[in-house]
């Protein structure tokens, strides 16, 4: 299984590595938008404005049959989603690192993504199951295409780099997602003026995201190399290799350790980035451009937040800031609970606490999971993180949406997340990385 292959990135030039990083980048700067103006701003709203138009009296909806109220629709596609994406994922890994073909694959994931967003024009009436169908299509290719460009991370970087790279890349989405919202914002506000319905403006938010998601993945695709090794050339094929390597993974269970961490806390952190916005409306009765304006916010915070927490690493390390962004994430959420509602100053305060964390809690984590993956297996590895990433990020909007159905209350769906970061923080500060590093076969960096 090529355990005792040694890690370090191919023997390109430093151009040509550098060229692969800046292309790495950039894949960053094209789904980040998906993530920003649809899952975050757009589509949690409007897609519960179109079940709520095709609910009965009573508030619910009937998918397959099964009354759903629809204030809880759009949580439940979202944990739907994850759970496809939990079935894919491994088998594209597998295939991955078997054939060492990872970019065609990652076109696929991105471009079928890109795909459904673009199609999210068409969401319009009560076509709520339209909505659910094309969520759930690129929620999961998205969760595909970013297992497969994380693990590129380990062949584009040396160890001592990871962490900057990282942040880099993190900071480029941020800042794509930025860009994007300003021009989001100017259409929705400005809607009577451009000749076009609020809805419509909303479907062409959608649908540009999409655009600019399948435009840009051209240029990672274009400058990204695939590299063959006898460690991919041995793996097994198809369900038997996915078994081996939920195998090979019980040998590392320092590795195992960090993923339980990460998947409890980043739970909490991918329902806090898809529910703010339902939050915002329903709750604090905030309008749209409003929750664009703080999500705006937070974009732009997020680059400078990645990039500072990238530099705290190189001196405090990469476990002790996350830690202490799980602090700060724990003390944000519990006073969201206590925003008062109409009163868009103390929500964009709320926002301005999460945009400093967010890039750097992320990219850190998943620099620092780089140095846990034994070498020749990241797309394999990559796909559990993935998983803990996106793919079992379903308990968290899965809670929020069942404490919203069984009281009726956004403020008590919120509150409900403070665990995921609290009990994450207790399971990474048990784990010592350092060993965990060695134990994978890994050089270890002076700073970790």
Known sequence: MGTDTVRT???????????QQRGWYFYDWACSVYSTSVLTVFLGPYLTSVAESAADADGYVHPLGIPVRAGSFFAYSVSLSVIVAVLVMPLVGAAADRTGRKKPL???????????????????????????????????????????????????????????????????????????????????????????????????????AGLWWGAFA?????????????????????????????????????????LLAYLVYNDGIQTVISQASIYGSEELGLGQSTLIGAILLVQVLAVA??????????????????????????????????????APVWFFVLAAGIGLVLGGSQALSRSLFSHLVPPGKEAEYFSAYEMSDRGMSWLGPLLFGLTYQLTG???????????????????????PVRRAIEEAGNPVPDRI
Request: with cysteine; hydrophobic share 50%; net charge positive.
């Open 9 to 19: 990135p191919p023997a390109d030039g430093a151009a040509e590595l550098k060229s």
């Open 106 to 208: 990652l076109a696929a994931a991105a471009y079928l993504g890109a795909t459904a967003t673009t199609a999210m024009f068409f969401l319009d009436g009560d076509r709520y199951l339209l909505g659910g169908a094309l969520l759930i299509v690129a929620n999961a290719a998205q969760s595909v295409a970013m297992m497969l460009y994380n693990s590129y991370l380990p062949q584009i970087a040396p160890p001592e780099q990871r962490d900057a790279v990282s942040s880099r890349g993190w900071a480029f989405g941020y800042a794509a997602g930025s860009l994007v919202l300003v021009v989001n914002l100017v259409l929705y506000t400005g809607h009577d003026s451009f000749g076009v319905s609020e809805s419509t403006a909303v479907r062409i938010c959608l649908a540009s």
């Open 305 to 342: 937040g990645a990039l500072t927490m990238g530099r705290l690493a190189r001196t405090y390390g990469a476990k002790r800031t996350i830690l202490g962004s799980l602090v700060a994430w724990t003390l944000t959420l519990a006073a969201g609970y206590f925003l008062p509602a109409g």
């Open 409 to 431: 209350s956004y403020r008590a769906a919120i509150i409900s997340l403070v665990g995921f970061f609290v009990i994450g923080f207790a399971l990474l500060a048990r784990v």
């Open 218 to 258: 051209l240029i990672p695709l274009r400058r990204l190399r695939d590299h063959r090794s006898a460690a991919r050339e041995a793996a097994l094929p198809g369900f038997r290799q996915l078994a081996a390597t939920v195998r090979d993974m019980r040998r590392h269970p320092l590795t195992l350790a960090f």
